[in-house]
């Protein structure tokens, strides 16, 4: 079992509409979530973080965690075209100094 | 406040060559790792730095190396290049907000 799980996609939503994408985790151990948006040769940007059960929201990012399913989602509302692009996510196992990262949702917003 | 800086950032080397790739992290921040990225294998961590020492590594052979200088600064490097070894490497520097990365450097091995 892989230990940071994402469905690759593509994920395509038209404008206006909300993405809503998915990841899973083996380690209960760990504390820290982030997602990445990576554009086609590009590198990783941070776009958000989370570090306890609930909601956290930043503009039209909301991250859910639920450490219970060990499940972390990320919610792009008014979802736009300059928001097509891979969404990848990591965690510290174990707060560990290393980002274990899933495979990326590909995320495709049609105008 | 610079980001964290990766240079070069395009290689390009024959087999069996040795390359090295600096990464200077973000002013303040004393942990830096580095990551593999291809389009079968997605990212892959490969080691961490932290004052100078090694925490953490990553499941990559020997030849794959690295260090941390005393301002924080770090390089990796790759022995006898292979082709697999053609990739996006990047580096992040972590500090309270979590790990922000480089540019990257893209090495092709011919």
């Known amino acids: 079992q892989k230990e940071v799980e994402q469905n690759s996609g593509p994920l395509s939503v038209p404008e206006g509409a909300i993405a809503s994408l998915n990841c899973t985790y083996s380690d209960r151990g760990s504390q820290s979530f982030f997602w990445y948006r990576q554009y086609s040769g590009k590198s990783p940007e941070l776009i958000m973080s989370i570090y306890s059960n609930g909601d956290k929201e930043d503009g039209r990012f909301t991250a859910q965690l639920n450490k219970a399913s060990q499940y972390v989602s990320l919610l792009i509302r008014d979802s736009q075209p300059s928001d097509s692009a891979t969404y990848l996510c990591?965690?510290?196992?174990?707060?560990?100094?290393?980002?274990?990262f899933g495979q990326g949702t590909t995320l495709q917003v049609k105008p | 406040k610079a980001g964290v800086t990766q240079t070069p950032r395009y290689l390009i080397k024959t087999r069996g060559q040795q390359v090295t790739l600096s990464c200077s992290p973000i002013?303040?921040?004393?942990?830096v790792s580095w990551y593999q990225q291809t389009p079968g294998q997605g990212l892959q961590f490969l080691f961490e730095y932290f004052s100078e020492t090694q925490r953490n590594k990553g499941n990559f052979p020997g030849r794959f190396s690295g260090r941390q200088f005393s301002n924080s600064r770090s390089e990796m490097n790759v022995s006898t290049l292979e082709l697999g070894d053609s990739a996006l490497y990047l580096c992040?520097?972590?500090?309270?907000?979590?790990?922000?990365f480089g540019s990257g450097t893209r090495l092709t091995v011919v």
């Open positions: 002013s303040g921040h004393r942990s």
């Open positions: 990591a965690s510290p196992p174990g707060n560990t100094g290393k980002l274990i």
């Open positions: 992040a520097s972590s500090g309270d907000h979590g790990y922000t």
